[in-house]
């Protein structure tokens, strides 16, 4: 049932993406500066491209963007769970190792480690 919508939504945005295409066919110059600034400078850069495609370019490049700047946002985060990661393995590596000193529970913290959970 949630595939079946799902595939319906997705045919539903596939043929207006396509009814926007149909209906914005026509050529548009696209400049890379102002004239004015283009003169300025000397490099006049232009290109003539359907205007379905200035639309999606524009699309696709905002989302691009959007997903860069989230990647470079998270960033930290991402760095404070690996070093709590390799905090928890260098932990569970010492713990390893003194109850491989001790096989018998004689420390009162090791036994408090190794008795199980209680469900709340």
Do not use: C, Q
């Not at 049932?1 to 548009?28: C, D, K, S, T």
């Not at 696709?60 to 960033?75: I, N, S, T």
């Amino acid at each position: 049932m949630l595939r079946a919508l799902r595939i319906a939504i997705l045919a539903l945005v596939a043929i207006i993406l396509l009814a926007v295409a149909l209906a914005n066919r026509e050529p548009v110059p696209l400049h890379l500066l102002t004239p004015d600034i283009a003169a300025f400078v000397g490099v006049s850069w232009t290109a003539t491209l359907p205007l379905y495609l200035v639309i999606f370019g524009g699309i696709v490049a905002g989302l691009v963007l959007g997903f860069l700047w989230e990647w470079l946002r998270e960033r930290k985060y991402r760095a404070k769970a690996s070093n709590r990661k390799r905090e928890i393995a260098r932990l569970e590596r010492e713990l390893a190792d003194l109850r491989a000193m001790s096989p018998a529970v004689d420390d009162d913290v090791i036994a408090l480690l190794d008795r199980p959970a209680r469900a709340v």
